[in-house]
């Protein structure tokens, strides 16, 4: 991709403009009808300028925009900042910009419908050994997988998520074509519907140097894929260049943030933190045999130590009880409670004695 060289600002012409239009357009801030395969992305200008190479009112709102979502000072001057900022290696997902101004963590609107996520490779890149380069995409699956409920396995067809190292025009449109060493490391479609036909596919780059080392001796494919398939999920970029979600790689980024945990969590729920339901001591070790839960009310039942059964229940407007005897001390063998049986407001409880 061109790129311009010089700065600029309202009220300049020329074919360095027309390099800016040309980035901007390729990465979300004007319409683009090569981008159609991001179902739910939408530009951040939705105006057509009336010549690229005029830097007017509509280029000098998205430079401004372009600013603001990257963290840096909204000018409208494209200087030094703004320059090496997009002469940056990205990912190639086009910005989506809120309409109420760029924010940390943007969900993109879709989301996967099931909790199981399959993937499979296509190939594995000429770069690295096979099982390197799958192990650094599991690596980053994983992340993700332990801020959220999803799990992900890896199938050997028929996935939701297919993974695979291209170069150039590889199908998936001209505009999403890759562009050799530098500029575009990546992409990722988001899930259905927003990912159009390609929904959830995983591309990378051919034309890079991908690495597993630390300190990278090319592109880190860990941080990469950690990146990308936070859009598989359903995220977008994030303007918090701290964020794994921010769209310039910036070196090793292999953990996630606050943000990007944050930003997952709004769109699948997360786990939350574990409390006690009952003080030490009243329950063996591994003892709770079943559970109960009815609508808006849930009982947990233990044998404790001595021998006895308890139980506590929780409802949705009052939350945990106090955990109270249901059996006296020696009704019943540790792990002893065998079922529970459930009808309306009744319930009843069997154990085997010692």
């Given at each position: 991709m ?5 700065q ?27 981008l ?7 530009p ?13 009112d509509?280029?000098?709102?998205a ?20 320059l090496a ?24 609107g ?13 190939n ?11 192990a ?18 890896e ?77 598989g ?22 953990e ?13 729920g ?81 154990w085997?004695?010692?």
């Amino acid at each position: 991709m061109r790129l311009p060289t010089q700065q600029l600002s309202l009220g300049s012409e020329g074919p360095e403009v027309g390099k800016l239009y040309e980035y901007l357009a390729r990465f979300g801030y004007f319409p683009n009808e090569g981008l159609s395969e991001f179902k739910t992305w939408r530009p951040a200008v939705d105006a057509v300028v009336a010549d690229e190479e005029v830097f007017d009112d509509t280029v000098d709102r998205a430079v401004r925009l372009f600013q603001q979502q990257n963290a840096l000072a909204s000018d409208g001057m494209v200087g030094p900042k703004t320059l090496a900022l997009m002469g940056k290696p990205r990912c190639g997902v086009p910005d989506a910009v809120p309409k109420d101004g760029p924010r940390p963590f943007v969900a993109s609107g879709s989301r996967w419908d099931h909790l199981t996520v399959t993937y499979q490779f296509d190939n594995s890149g000429a770069d690295l050994p096979a099982a390197d380069a799958r192990a650094a995409v599991r690596a980053a699956f994983d992340r993700w997988a332990a801020v959220s409920p999803l799990r992900f396995q890896e199938v050997a067809n028929g996935a939701d998520i297919q993974i695979g190292w291209f170069a150039g025009n590889h199908d998936d449109g001209a505009a999403n074509a890759f562009d050799g060493v530098g500029g575009v490391l990546a992409h990722c479609y988001y899930p259905p519907p927003g990912g159009g036909s390609l929904a959830g596919d995983l591309h990378f780059d051919e034309a890079e140097t991908w690495t597993t080392d630390d300190p990278p001796t090319g592109v880190d494919l860990l941080t990469v894929a950690l990146h990308e398939i936070g859009h598989g999920l359903g995220l977008d970029h994030s303007s918090d260049p701290a964020s794994v979600m921010f769209a310039f790689y910036g070196g090793i980024r292999r953990e996630l943030t606050g943000d990007d945990i944050a930003g997952i969590q709004a769109i699948y729920g997360g786990w939350h933190q574990p409390f006690p339901i009952t003080p030490p001591g009243h329950a063996r070790p591994g003892a709770i045999a079943t559970l109960s839960r009815f609508r808006e009310h849930a009982d947990v039942y233990w044998i404790g130590p001595d021998g006895g059964v308890g139980t506590n229940f929780w409802t949705q407007a009052e939350g945990w009880h106090q955990p109270f005897p249901i059996a006296p001390p020696g009704h019943a063998r540790p792990g002893a409670i065998a079922t529970l049986s459930r009808f309306r407001e009744h319930a009843d409880v069997y154990w085997i004695g010692p």
